[in-house]
């Protein structure tokens, strides 16, 4: 039951569709902060996320892989 307890109380978001192409969906984190960093980690863009579904144009960026941390959770994906 403690498990259970500390599973279902951390955040849940989505970070799709992965891979990509010129735009990220998130859903389920508003109020949070994020960041979309190449794979060394360098950042690109940061900000905070204002409403349940944000849409984030990145389109600038070249195909190839990248980190998206929202809050304190790390996604890997795939620009095409």
């Keep these: 039951p403690a498990l259970a307890k500390q599973i279902t109380d951390q955040p849940v978001h989505r970070v799709f569709p992965n891979p990509f192409k010129d735009h990220l969906q998130i859903e389920g984190a508003s109020g949070e902060p994020y ?3 190449d ?3 360098k ?3 940061t900000g905070f996320l204002e409403s349940e579904r944000e849409t984030l144009s ?3 960026l070249a195909p190839g892989l990248y980190i998206a941390r ?3 959770t790390s996604h890997t994906l795939i620009k095409e």
């Design 70 to 72: 929202i809050g304190s």
């Design 58 to 60: 990145i389109s600038g």
């Design 39 to 41: 794979y060394t980690g």
């Design 35 to 37: 960041a979309i960093m």
């Design 43 to 45: 950042v690109l863009m």
